[in-house]
């Protein structure tokens, strides 16, 4: 079955570091890749996507390529800032199971400042 | 942009009551919409996909007597949870899409349930 493997946190780490939550993935076909952000008491909002191999979704400074070749969609952030603190989820979703999500177990991201 | 509204937010009531809990799409219509458990500290868990004027299809081991799902139109469905008992306080949240495809997931803000 298909599956989602994070990195286990929390990460903590100073205001302006570099930020990686890295992700896997197990897929019998050829998934849509998410990550998602949670912040506190809130529900999760779609931070960035890929639909294909090699693609790279960005937003708000963050950035994942789809790798296929190593099933991975790692998140990246050039210098975080203490409002990044938040819980991100790696999430796929099968072409043939639409909207089905497949989440990784989250990741807590502490920024201090 | 499209948003989803899920109410009520929080809950807290004694063991055995049941509590109905409402997710809305609001400008935009949705003929699926799902609802995700979320323990403490943990993932999401799928629960079931509410599809509108049919059956609810529900994930293996989730209880179909336990969490009713309803989706009565394209911009509700309602879960409610029967009887309810301390083990099953959570955080429950819904989910849907506009269209078709690879489109993402826009959720809700979440019900924090609570048993006593």
């Known amino acids: 079955g298909n599956s989602v493997t994070q990195m286990e946190g929390p990460v903590t780490l100073s205001e302006e570091a570099f930020l990686t939550i890295n992700c896997t993935y197990t897929?019998?076909?050829?998934?849509?890749l998410f990550w998602y952000v949670q912040y506190p008491g809130e529900g999760l909002q779609l931070l960035l996507k890929?639909?294909?191999?090699?693609d790279k979704g960005s937003n708000k400074g963050f950035e994942a390529t789809y790798r296929k070749e190593t099933t991975s969609f790692h998140l990246e952030k050039g210098s975080v800032q203490v409002s990044d603190s938040a819980v991100y989820f790696c999430?796929?979703?099968?072409?043939?199971?639409?909207?089905?999500?497949?989440f990784g177990a989250g990741t807590q991201v502490v920024v201090t400042p | 942009g499209a948003v989803v509204s899920q109410h009520p937010s929080r809950v807290i009531c004694k063991s055995g009551t049941s509590v109905k809990i409402e997710c809305r799409s609001l400008?935009?219509?949705?003929?699926?919409m799902f609802w995700y458990r979320q323990f403490p500290k943990k993932s999401l868990m799928l629960m079931a996909t509410?599809?509108?004027?049919?059956?609810?299809?529900?994930e293996q081991g989730v209880e179909k007597d336990k969490f009713l799902i309803n989706h009565a139109s394209l911009t509700l469905s309602t879960l409610t949870v029967t009887s309810a008992h301390p083990e099953d306080s959570s955080f429950y949240i819904c989910s849907a899409a506009e269209g078709t495809g690879s489109q993402p997931q826009h959720f809700g803000d979440g019900t924090r349930l609570s048993i006593l």
């Open positions: 897929a019998t076909g050829y998934p849509s």
């Open positions: 890929a639909t294909k191999a090699d």
């Open positions: 400008d935009f219509q949705a003929t699926t």
């Open positions: 999430a796929l979703s099968e072409a043939d199971s639409w909207g089905k999500l497949q």
């Open positions: 509410s599809n509108e004027g049919s059956k609810a299809t529900y």
